[in-house]
DNA sequence: GCGACAG
DNA sequence: ATCTTGTCGC
């Protein structure tokens, strides 16, 4: 019985950690992150997000694959579990990547680049989940939060698509982008394997009428779809 | 020491 | 993150 059944990805690290060995984890994983172009054009783009009721442990996660062109869901998997990492503002990819992980590998198709809905290298540690989920699974991502977590940026333009820099120092870590007039800004960020001016194209490609880009959108729709139906169920 | 703090 | 209807503003 060969491991090969499932597209399962060679474990990178243990999750099983307490916070303290996960900060000093991302101090190691960063060292691996790769910012650079894509090797070729987009023809699938995934959108990766998790949801769960309050005060509850029960985790649901979804992963949906979208044609590029034409944003039309194509594929989506689902995935549920308990979930006992706490919340730390910092340390979400630890409470949320195995839950992604299980639904991610179900996959028939596997996306050219990945979306997360929260940061990529626009965090503390330069490790946001987006860049994490990248690392252990050797795909570009980026992320895509509806908060900033750490740096400064000033207001992007009025219009669909304009956005300003997210600055810590002299770093440019992604951007504020308007995605949509008269609503707050989405923040932007390369994952990994993907550099600062290819997540800005990408996210910007992905946006329709909504705030959020369409595959952190259409990722929320359906997770929180089958989250309800186990719920009051 | 104080405030901020993705989902 | 999630619970929720109407309502104010462009």
Redesign the pocket.
């Known amino acids: 019985m060969s491991p090969k059944d499932s597209a399962s990805t060679p474990a990178l690290h243990d999750w099983n950690l307490d916070p303290q060995a996960a900060v000093q984890l991302q101090k190691e994983l960063r060292e691996r992150i790769r910012l650079e172009p894509l090797p070729g054009p987009v023809k699938l783009i995934g959108g990766a997000?998790?949801?769960?009721?309050?005060y509850s442990d029960i985790f649901h996660a979804a992963i949906v694959v979208l044609d590029y062109e034409s944003l039309e869901v194509v594929e989506s998997t689902y995935f549920t579990q308990t979930v006992d990492f706490p919340?730390i503002?910092?340390?979400?990819?630890f409470r949320e990547i195995p839950t992604l992980l299980r639904a991610y590998e179900q996959l028939q198709q596997r996306p050219d680049v990945v979306m997360v809905?929260?940061?990529g290298i626009a965090?503390p540690r330069r490790m946001?989940?987006a860049t994490h989920f990248g690392l252990v699974t050797g795909t570009p991502t980026l992320?895509c939060?509806?908060?900033?977590?750490t740096g400064k940026f000033t207001a992007p333009g009025p219009d669909r698509g304009d956005a300003s820099p997210i600055q810590a120092g002299s770093d440019t870590l992604g951007y504020a982008l308007r995605s949509k007039p008269?609503v707050k800004p989405v923040f932007v960020s390369p994952g990994h394997l993907l550099d600062l001016a290819g997540a800005l194209e990408i996210a910007r490609h992905c946006l329709r009428k909504h705030k959020l880009p369409e595959p952190t959108r259409m990722a929320h729709l359906l997770v929180?779809e089958h989250?309800?139906r186990a719920h009051d169920q």
């Not at 997000?49 to 309050?54: P, T």
């Not at 939060?145 to 977590?149: D, G, N, R, Y």
């Open positions: 997000d998790i949801s769960f009721n309050l919340y503002p910092g340390l979400l990819s809905d929260g940061h965090h946001g989940i992320g939060a509806k908060k900033i977590l008269k929180n989250r309800r």
